[in-house]
T-cell receptor
């Protein structure tokens, strides 16, 4: 079966750096997405990786290793507004998104 | 730009009743999707439509139906609601021109079936 694993919850301190990991086993791979979802709101797009390596976008970076079935989202200079769930999703061989359950990130002052 | 709108925002429904969740996008995206989101689970695809006039079944289609008469609208119908359909429902759309076909989500409908 297809599986996306990410930690259920993480806690970090305002101003610090946090890395949220995602491992996947899917039938085929056509890219990996990270979305942010604040409580009670819709998921919003953060990043898309299809090639190995690091993609940097401001305070957020996303890394992909296709051979290891592994990605991480790196958040720097954490702000209270970064408190949210972070969803990892893989585009499979049928171009359908397979979603992880999400990682709830709690930021403490 | 409104993007994607969904209606209603929330609804309480008696079991056995029918209901249609509405979804409209103004981005002229070809593809549209319906997901449900339950606590502790990832988003699960109910139905999708790659283009107007076509629809397909996702991971959890039972008890739901969709139609795609035009590009903008993609309603989801529950013919006879059951308590297990209590969930938050998200509509999304995508354009193949975006990297990976990035999906953009509506604000969601919170449905409670009693």
């Amino acid at each position: 079966g297809q599986n996306i694993d990410q930690p259920t919850e993480m806690t970090a301190t305002e101003g610090a750096i946090v890395q949220i990991n995602c491992t996947y086993q899917t039938s085929g791979f056509n890219g990996l997405f990270w979305y942010q979802q604040h409580a009670g709101e819709a998921p919003t797009f953060l990043s898309y990786n299809v090639l190995d390596g690091l993609e940097e976008k401001g305070r957020f970076s996303s890394f992909l290793s296709r051979s290891k079935g592994y990605s991480y989202l790196l958040l720097k200079e954490l702000q209270m507004k970064d408190s949210a769930s972070y969803l990892c999703a893989v585009l499979d061989s049928n171009y359908q998104l397979i979603w992880g359950a999400g990682t709830k990130l709690i930021i403490k002052p | 730009t409104a993007g994607i709108t969904q209606a209603p925002t929330s609804q309480i429904l008696a079991a056995g009743r029918s209901m249609t969740l509405r979804c409209t996008q103004d981005m002229r995206h070809n593809a549209m999707y319906w997901y449900r989101q339950d606590l502790g689970l990832g988003l699960r695809l109910i139905h999708y439509s790659n283009t107007a006039g076509t629809t397909g079944k996702g991971e959890v289609p039972d008890g739901y139906s969709v139609s795609r008469a035009n590009t903008d609208d993609f309603p989801l119908t529950l013919a006879s609601a059951v308590p297990s359909q209590t969930s938050v429902y998200f509509c999304a759309s995508s354009d193949s021109a975006d990297p990976g076909g990035t999906q953009y989500f509506g604000p969601g409908t919170r449905l409670t079936v009693l």
